[in-house]
């Protein structure tokens, strides 16, 4: 994937954030419910109606691909379905950063940089 980082303000040499790392996205925002290792057993879990899913096994459960779309669909909360847990944020209402343009297939989509970078993650420890 190609990245095209988009400032829109002027001047922000000086105020641009350090980069994302999607590992420490995962730790900061996912492993209390899905776990440190993202298999669905993080100490918050316990409490939940539904539990959690195993993060590892997403392309197994998706014919051997890694939906990058549909992931961050759902990281964002844009697409959820009826069976999906409330107890999940819907991480786009917040702040996700600074947004990139991805390109692909010669289409330039923006994505938040935190959201691209924590689907990278998921996408690293599938399994």
Not at 6 to 23: F, M, N, S, Y
Not at 27 to 41: Q, R, V, Y
Not at 85 to 102: H, K, N, Q, R, Y
Request: charged share 15%.
């Amino acid at each position: 994937m190609r990245y095209v980082i988009i400032l829109l303000a002027l001047g922000l040499t000086a105020c641009v954030e350090e980069p994302i790392d999607g590992r420490t996205a995962y730790m900061e925002n996912c492993a209390s419910c899905h776990g440190a290792d993202g298999k669905g057993n993080g100490p918050a879990a316990r409490g939940l109606a539904v539990a959690p899913p195993d993060l590892t096994t997403i392309a197994a459960r998706n014919g051997g691909v890694f939906p990058v779309n549909q992931v961050m669909s759902t990281i964002d909360g844009l697409d959820r379905g009826a069976h999906f847990s409330a107890a999940m944020p819907e991480f786009g209402a917040g702040d996700l950063g600074e947004t990139v343009i991805v390109e692909e297939q010669g289409l330039g989509t923006p994505v938040p940089m935190k959201l691209l970078m924590l689907s990278e993650y998921l996408e690293s420890i599938q399994q």
